[in-house]
Every structure is written in C-alpha cells, then in structure tokens.
T-cell receptor
C-alpha cells in the first residue's frame, strides 16, 4: 500500500458542486500539505497543517478549505467548484526534522465542467 | 520576487546518453535546494536535497550540483535509461521547509 493515499484519483464534476478530496498517510508524519499542479506551472501550495489543531493558508487558498481530522488524515474541499479549479491536486507529508523532505500521494485529477 | 527558472523546458535524448538540466533561482533567504522526479500522472519523488554548504550530491546515476554564489544548480543524468523519461523539478526552500518555490520542470524524453 502507498504511504500517502489520495481519493478519488479522478473526478469529473459540474460548476457549483461541492467536492472533497481526501488524503491519508501511514508515514507517521505530523505535517501535511495540499498542492495544485497546472500544466506549465510549478506546484502551488493551497493549505498546510503542522499538527491536528493547526491549519495554515498557502499561496492560493481562495475557493478552498481543509480539515485535519486526525494526524493521518487531511481533506481538501471545494465548496462551489468552478472550471478554473480544474487541475491535478497532490497531498504531501513531511516530518519536522532535517530539510523536511516531502512525500507525495499519487494525485487527484479534478475536472470541473 | 522569489523565482525558480529551469531550462530547457523539454529535452529529447537517446538511451545511454548523458544530459544536464539547469536551474537558476532568485530566492532569499536560501535554505536548501531540491530536485524531484515526476513521472507522468504520478506524484513527485525526491532525488536530492542540498544545503548551502553542499556543492555536489549524488543519487545513483543522478548528480546534482549547487553554486550558491551564482544561484545556479544542475542535475546531471549519466547513461540515461528509458525509465528516466519524466519531468524533473527544481525546488528552492525559503528559510523553512514549508515555503517552497517550485520550478515548472524540464520534461525529459529518452528514446531507444
């Protein structure tokens, strides 16, 4: 089994719908992140969490919300999806030691029609 | 403005050949520089992480170099294999391990 698991892997939805992407990890890391990847652009940070009670906005948090349900679970919600949120979304984890190497999930491809 | 620029955008080479990918950054304060490999449709996987004091770091056939004075890094791939076909992403950490500036990546295609 993968250390960082994302569900769903693919989702097609319509404008205005609420969408939740889920992430769970078995690495025992405290830190979890949600990134967005668009063609031709670098990954952009949406939200990050350093602990269960800690939530922080990244550079592109507008239109998104997150929930850290447990140390191992971090979900990303789009309250009312719009077409320009069509992208590949990645969850990642890291520990707090050293350089904080990131470990990524396999990605969730979201298409908003 | 903190930026990471990579070149070339894409590269095609024959199997068995070597190649070098470039990364220039304008990031301050610098913490570390990372190279990731991303297979199509998969999550990025770390290749190397280098701090300010490290000039070279190897991971198998991958060798990364860092020149902190000129703010340049390179990733050299030796004796390329078909499985090296991927995007290679340069990432610079801004004085912490959660503020990362990501390059757009170099798409490398290895042909038999």
């Amino acid at each position: 089994d993968a250390d960082v698991t994302q569900t769903p892997r693919n989702r097609i939805t319509k404008t205005g719908k609420r969408i939740m992407l889920e992430c769970s990890q078995t690495k025992g890391h405290d830190r979890m992140y949600w990134y967005r990847q668009d063609p031709g652009l670098g990954l952009r940070l949406i939200y990050y969490s350093f602990d269960v009670k800690d939530i922080n906005k990244g550079e592109i948090s507008d239109g998104y919300s997150v929930s850290r349900q447990a140390q191992a679970k971090f979900s990303l919600s789009l309250e009312s999806a719009i077409p320009n949120q069509t992208a590949l979304y990645f969850c990642a984890t890291s520990d707090f030691t050293g350089a904080g190497e990131l470990f990524f999930g396999e990605g969730s491809r979201l298409t908003v029609l | 403005k903190n930026q990471v620029e990579q070149s070339p955008q894409s590269l095609i080479i024959l199997e068995g050949k070597n190649c070098t990918l470039q990364c220039n950054y304008t990031v301050s304060p610098f913490s570390n520089l990372r190279w990731y490999k991303q297979d199509t449709g998969r999550g990025p996987v770390s290749l190397t992480i280098m701090t300010f004091s490290e000039n070279t770091k190897s991971n198998g056939r991958y060798t990364a170099t860092l020149d902190a004075d000129t703010k340049q890094s390179s990733l050299h791939i030796t004796a390329s294999q078909l499985s090296d076909s991927a995007s290679y992403i340069c990432v610079v950490s801004v004085n912490s391990n959660y503020q990362l500036i990501w390059g757009a990546g170099t798409k490398l295609i290895i042909k038999p």
